[in-house]
């Protein structure tokens, strides 16, 4: 099976950096995504991490360690925008399975 | 732009109906998947499809079932509709190489009564 653990909540404030932890249990790992959903809306994707390292878009960064099952999503000079809920994903073969989601709560 | 249209945004029906939840992308994508979203639990995938007339159970594939007739449209069926299938229902998509990148639908708040 596959298990993923993330933070329930988390909160900042504008201008600051947060990181959101994933670890996770799983058979068969290809990879580890980010979606962000805002309250009312579907989920859209960030970014995607097949290999260890960082890969950067913007002011979002997402980071894989392939052998300690661990990623996280960082993002700089926080918006209010960003308030939302962010859920890390394994992809295995076929399909993605989602952990259970973080809230990011930004206040000014 | 890309997109995935769900037949409805809200869906009130009663115990025992028969309901069908469809979805349709326009982006010629190979995979489609039906999850559940409920409070505390994040998306829970009920079936997915890779092909048209093919399926696969996802993690909660009970009480439910699948149609895929057409490349474009993928549709959730429940037989009998249970007060414990109120919840949001997303339908998302994506390209047979990018299956870490899915495409959502806006999402159907479906509820049991």
């Known amino acids: 099976g596959q298990s993923l653990e993330q933070p329930s909540e988390v909160t900042a404030v504008e201008g600051a950096i947060v990181q959101i932890n994933c670890t996770y249990q799983t058979s068969g790992f290809y990879g580890l995504s980010w979606y962000q959903q805002h309250d009312g809306g579907a989920p859209t994707f960030l970014s995607y991490n097949a290999l260890d390292g960082l890969e950067e878009t913007g002011r979002f960064s997402s980071f894989l360690s392939r052998s300690d099952s661990y990623g996280y999503l960082l993002l700089q000079e926080l918006q209010m925008k960003d308030s939302a809920s962010y859920f890390c994903a394994v992809r295995g073969f076929q399909k993605l399975v989602f952990g259970t989601g973080t809230r990011l709560l930004v206040s000014p | 732009d890309v997109k995935v249209t769900q037949s409805s945004r809200y869906l009130v029906k009663r115990t025992g109906e028969k309901v069908f939840l469809e979805c349709v992308q326009d982006m010629d994508h190979e995979n489609m998947f039906w999850y559940r979203q409920d409070p505390g639990l994040g998306l829970r995938l009920i079936y997915f499809?890779?092909?048209?007339?093919?399926?696969e159970k996802g993690d909660i594939p009970e009480g439910y079932s699948v149609s895929r007739e057409k490349k474009e449209r993928f549709s959730l069926i429940l037989e009998s509709a249970s007060t414990n299938q109120t919840s949001m229902y997303l339908c998302?998509?994506?390209?047979?190489?990018?299956?870490?990148?899915?495409?959502f639908g806006p999402g159907t708040r479906l509820t049991v009564t």
């Open positions: 499809s890779y092909d048209v007339k093919m399926k």
């Open positions: 998302a998509s994506s390209s047979g190489t990018g299956g870490h990148e899915q495409y």
